[in-house]
């Protein structure tokens, strides 16, 4: 086993979102994430931890402050240097719909066949060997309103891993689906933690997740930011807010 210490992926200093509601502060976030570790953010306002999410992707560019992702400042990224990063970041969301009007082979292959040159033939062999990977019961040529709630999701984390990210991005990963479902989307996602960077929003959904992997979490309220290293010191913090959030879970 290597001493050699994980590579930073996100490089966050004193950065501020992008975001729109004025009852909402956001305080400057200052933080790395690493390779083959789990950052989970967490704080009563999910439209606000989705800003930082955003932003820590690369979706969005700081309002204030530096952020680097994959080694690229996004400050001062060119439109084509964008397009090119935005290769390296995977992003899962489990609210956003799929394509309903493909079926699943085209749901996986659009983002591969948008960003490089590989051809349909060679795509489609990556497509399948990912949902074995993903130990996906339903087959390519299936449209997404065949699928039930956890393979849907399924098909949302292929089609985040097609292009072989560096940083995996979670959005409500465990969103719509039942205890057992979350129970094997947790099985599928903490396997993906030694081959990426993973950060997540949506965690609490299924605390046993966060529990057993997160390297570091990290509660975002308008008020304050405080770092975990993980979920055993998050609840046992002793800080007052906190403590309150903490209560009503």
């Known amino acids: 086993m290597s001493d050699k210490p994980p590579t930073i992926q996100v490089l966050a200093h004193q950065a501020v979102p992008q975001f729109e509601e004025d009852d909402t502060d956001c305080p400057a976030l200052s933080c790395q994430l690493q390779h083959a570790n789990l950052t ?11 800003a930082y999410l955003h932003m820590l992707a690369g979706i969005t560019r700081p309002k204030a402050g530096h952020l680097t992702v994959c080694e690229q400042p996004l400050s ?3 439109p084509d240097t964008f397009l090119k990063f935005r290769q390296r970041i995977g992003y899962f969301s489990g609210t956003a719909p799929s394509f309903a009007l493909h079926n699943v082979q085209m749901n996986i292959l659009l983002p591969l066949l948008y960003h490089t040159n590989i051809s349909f033939s060679e795509g489609s062999i990556k497509a399948k060997q ?3 990977r993903l130990h996906c019961q339903f087959s390519l040529d299936n449209v997404p309103t065949e699928l039930n709630h956890f393979e849907r999701a399924q098909l949302a984390l292929a089609r985040a891993l097609i292009l072989d990210p560096a940083l995996l991005i979670l959005d409500l ?4 689906l039942g205890a057992q479902q979350r129970e094997k989307m ?4 903490s396997a993906c933690l030694n081959a990426y960077c993973v950060c997540m929003i949506g965690g609490l ?6 529990e057993e992997n997160a390297s ?6 308008q008020h304050k930011i405080v770092k975990f290293s993980g979920w ?3 609840q046992h913090s002793q800080d007052n807010e906190i403590k309150a959030f903490l209560g009503v879970l």
């Open 205 to 210: 959904q299924y605390p046993y997740f966060v």
């Open 173 to 176: 990963p465990f969103n719509d």
């Open 186 to 189: 947790s099985v599928l996602l």
């Open 130 to 132: 990912l949902l074995e």
């Open 76 to 78: 001062s990224l060119s």
């Open 40 to 50: 989970c953010l967490v704080g009563p306002h999910r439209p606000q931890l989705r």
């Open 216 to 221: 570091q979490v990290i509660y975002i309220s």
């Open 232 to 234: 055993a010191a998050f």
